[in-house]
């Protein structure tokens, strides 16, 4: 309930994502909820992942902001992609130019432009920003802006449906003329 779901989802949609691993391999996108992996990989304190891959933060709030009553919300989400890529040589004499990198961005683009998770409307592309300061492990950061109804504050889940009341007589009268 509530923005657990669609993080499910965006990570179940992402590893749809067929991709070539360091290995020449056709294998899913590897994705995960971001945590600032590749600085704590970079630092040694976090194991290496599989790349090509995918990170998902959520940035809630900003513009749209709203009660709508009955304890739910609603207000734009901006969905922060961090993609990764590693190109160590192409071997064609482009040193330092991973074009693979902007190939996973197109396709992430594609992949989730207009999808809809639970409670939100069709994703959008917003942003795309690029690490120029990086080794051979390329950083794409690409944002997806939606709407998300909040339901966890739902106060609804308390009522109760009842029927009418049983106890009820009607006295009714029928008559097969019209007076005037």
């Given at each position: ?138 950083h794409y950061i690409v ?38």
């Amino acid at each position: 309930m509530g923005i657990v779901d669609p993080i499910r989802e965006m990570i179940a949609k992402l590893t749809t994502l067929n991709v070539v691993n360091g290995q020449g391999q056709t294998v899913p996108l590897f994705a995960r909820v971001w945590n600032n992996q590749f600085a704590q990989e970079a630092l040694g304190e976090y194991d290496p992942f599989p790349r090509p891959c995918a990170f998902v933060e959520i940035m809630k709030g900003g513009s749209g902001d709203s009660g709508l009553g009955e304890g739910f919300a609603g207000y734009d989400v901006t969905w922060r992609i961090h993609l990764s890529h590693e190109l160590y040589d192409a071997g064609d004499g482009t040193m330092d130019q991973d074009l693979g990198i902007f190939d996973l961005k197109d396709h992430v683009i594609d992949l989730l432009t207009y999808f809809e998770m639970v409670y939100c409307s069709g994703l959008m592309c917003i942003h795309e920003e690029q690490d120029f300061n990086h080794s051979n492990i390329y950083h794409y950061i690409v944002d997806f802006k939606c709407h998300f109804i909040e339901v966890a504050g739902d106060q609804t889940t308390a009522d109760i449906d009842s029927v009418p009341p049983v106890l009820l007589e009607i006295d009714a009268q029928f008559t097969d003329t019209i007076t005037e």
